[in-house]
């Protein structure tokens, strides 16, 4: 009996152990839905946290690169006013030289005296001093016979007289693309802003939650401004692209038909131009003449006599 009523106090111990463990058990599944609940609310605000950050990201892209495009646009603009600056002057002064070279040409007594005019400027200066130097090559037959020289003294001017009036065309050509090219891709370049500002002015408007018009307004006009401000920048360089191509035609219209005069000029001279003679030699040449005319004067007396 005794050992009996021991082994049943041991199961009556063990069975309260067991409730305390089932106890220690249910406490901690219960403390699990708690910690659960603290944690929920910090994921809840890391996530506002979150979407509060992502919108700042576009707002301040959309912002650089309507600056950026801003900023390219006046350096266009800076570069269209210089060429159209340099270009007014480069023209000014070729009109100056042409009329003053024109005018000295024509007021030569012969094509000899012509080629003797010195210090002229211009195109049709230049123009002028190639036809004259070719011609000079090919008087007493000095000209080298390879494939530059090859053909008759008419076809080596007309071909020498074109390549420097391309030379003169390229240089007045010059800048002209540039222009071009900023007439053209300006108003394309303004408008790549506008669309990157309204793309920001639009997520702004979204996160304010309000479609009104003093919200809508500011940021799509600001928006606008890069376009306004590309097809400021285009308008001049189209002008200044026009207003010199049509100076340009007329320029070459004038060498053409100078050069055409030329030829003209050289063929009742047989293309022949006198070389130049040197400085050191016109003392003898006088003394020469000189004495020519002294035995003219002889031989006159000397038949005056024999008369």
């Not at 910690?35 to 992502?54: C, F, G, K, R, Y």
């Not at 097809?231 to 207003?243: D, L, W």
């Not at 020469?288 to 004067?297: C, E, L, P, Q, V």
Request: hydrophobic residues 45%; glycine residues 10%; charged residues 15%.
């Amino acid at each position: 009996m005794t050992e009996t009523t021991s082994a049943a106090t041991g199961i009556s111990q063990a069975a309260n152990q067991t409730a305390i463990s089932g106890a220690g058990i249910t406490d901690t599944a219960n403390g699990t839905p708690s910690a659960v609940s603290d944690i929920a609310p910090a994921a809840t605000n890391l996530t506002s946290s979150a979407t509060d950050i992502a919108p700042a990201a576009p707002e301040i892209t959309s912002a650089l690169i309507v600056d950026a495009t801003l900023w390219i646009l006046i350096g266009f603009s800076v570069v269209t006013w210089a060429l159209i600056l340099i270009k007014g002057i480069q023209h000014a002064r070729i009109s100056h030289h042409n009329r003053i070279y024109e005018k000295k040409f024509w007021g030569a007594q012969d094509f000899q005296a012509a080629s003797a005019l010195e210090g002229n400027n211009g195109p049709a200066a230049r123009v002028a001093d190639v036809g004259f130097i070719t011609l000079i090559e090919a008087d007493g037959g000095t000209t080298t016979h390879d494939l530059e020289h090859t053909g008759d003294r008419h076809d080596l001017l007309d071909r020498r007289l074109r390549q420097q009036m391309q030379k003169e065309r390229g240089a007045l050509e010059s800048g002209l693309a540039i222009l071009a090219t900023i007439g053209s891709i300006s108003p394309f370049v303004g408008l790549f802003g506008t669309v990157w500002g309204i793309m920001g002015a639009l997520t702004s408007i979204s996160k304010s939650g309000s479609a009104s018009l003093d919200v809508v307004a500011g940021p799509i006009g600001e928006a606008l401004v890069a376009t306004a401000v590309g097809i400021a920048v285009a308008v001049p360089a189209v002008i200044g692209y026009n207003f010199f191509i049509r100076r340009n035609k007329v320029i070459w219209a004038f060498l053409d038909d100078f050069a055409i005069d030329f030829v003209h000029l050289a063929l009742k001279t047989s293309f022949l131009i006198k070389r130049p003679a040197p400085s050191t030699v016109a003392t003898p040449r006088t003394s020469g003449t000189g004495a020519k005319k002294h035995t003219s004067h002889e031989e006159f007396h000397a038949e005056g006599a024999q008369v």
